[in-house]
């Protein structure tokens, strides 16, 4: 059955009321390799895993929460669960020097339909700062703390309040079957993209 990619995903959820912190137990499952058909690359994917810098071919984790204010919300990973990477799976991955010991997590607010919503999202791996071998997040807690609105933290961004929907152009793409897909620069400027380098791509299943 084909399946289809959508330059903007829907997506489960999640609402943090008002208290000061929350927490949501997580699991990254399904964790494999697949292969990029245009060009016969394997790469590490997961369920609900999502490509937000080809250069390093890592897939992020990335998940929505909604909110009922206004208010900035720092996000830490607590209880995390690793295992290590085998010699196949390193072997998918062009530059293990991209490896941090800790993992750096990137917040965004922003606010669709009236609804104030923060995107956290991460590559799940890092290099064990003890043995220096490469690891694969498996499950963690994600903690939502809420903080001053004018105090910065590291990864946090303030978007202005609007959906993204709201402006910029969307393409659909339709695909034959699950798997990752490589659209070069070139194929994206045939299609009338003038700014390959500012494309964004959400999936929706």
């Given at each position: ?116 919503k923060i995107n956290y999202s991460f590559i799940p ?81």
């Open positions: 059955m084909n399946k289809k990619i959508l330059i903007l995903t829907g997506l489960i959820f999640i609402f943090i009321n008002k208290a000061d912190s929350q927490s949501f137990n997580k699991e990254i499952t399904n964790f494999k390799k697949v292969i990029n058909y245009s060009d016969s690359t394997e790469y590490l994917t997961f369920d609900k895993a999502q490509y937000l810098d080809f250069s390093t071919k890592l897939p992020y984790f990335s998940d929505f929460i909604s909110i009922t204010n206004d208010k900035n919300y720092k996000i830490e990973l607590k209880n995390k669960t690793f295992i290590a990477l085998n010699d196949n799976e390193i072997k998918c991955i062009p530059n293990t020097n991209f490896f941090d010991t800790k993992i750096n997590i990137e917040v965004k607010k922003f606010k669709a339909r009236n609804i104030y791996f890092r290099k064990n700062s003890t043995n220096g071998k490469l690891e694969r997040l498996v499950s963690f807690t994600a903690v939502f703390k809420e903080i001053a609105k004018n105090k910065d933290f590291t990864g946090n961004k303030d978007y202005k309040a609007k959906s993204v929907l709201a402006s910029g152009t969307w393409y659909k793409l339709k695909i034959p079957q699950s798997g990752v897909y490589k659209l070069t620069f070139d194929e994206l400027k045939k299609i009338g993209i003038n700014s390959p380098e500012n494309v964004r791509v959400f999936g929706n299943s």
